[in-house]
């Protein structure tokens, strides 16, 4: 896995853990949630390129 791609699934799990510790603390957010599945089919996205 190359280096890009390898940090992109860092910050998306990262962002994973953090979106969910704001959701214990703070109750639910849509558009925290929202911004993660974009992160989330970004990645894929990246994955699925150097896979091709």
Do not use: D, E
């Amino acid at each position: 896995m190359p280096g890009s791609t390898k940090a992109m699934g860092v910050l998306t799990v990262g962002g994973l853990v953090m979106v969910t510790a704001y959701t214990v603390a703070l109750g639910s957010n849509g558009w925290l949630w929202f911004g993660w599945v974009v992160l989330v089919l970004l990645t894929i996205a990246m994955v699925a390129s150097r896979n091709a």
